[in-house]
């Protein structure tokens, strides 16, 4: 028996896309809207997180949500590079 949850999830930026013809599958983030030259709105973030890539349906949606997370605090989206620790050697 499949269980439900008690109250439904908010994924307000966040959509499901599963389109078996082409076989895509995954999570849809679309973020900060602007409006162009030709006054029509415009996602300035978008970025597709695909459930064979990230390991499942959960593991997608919740990397997903950390992107979002990032974007909404006005951090650089996915182009942000982690720094590297560097380990000096005993010579």
Known sequence: MKKTRGRPVRRRGISRID??????HGWFVRAEFYKRADSTYAPR??????????????????AAQEYLA???????????????????RAA
């Open 45 to 62: 973030h978008r970025k597709f997180f695909g459930d064979a890539g990230y390991g499942g349906k959960r593991r997608a949606l919740r």
């Open 19 to 24: 389109q078996p013809s082409t076989r895509t």
């Open 70 to 88: 990032i974007v909404a605090r006005g951090g650089r989206g996915g182009g942000a590079k982690r720094k590297l620790r560097t380990v000096r």
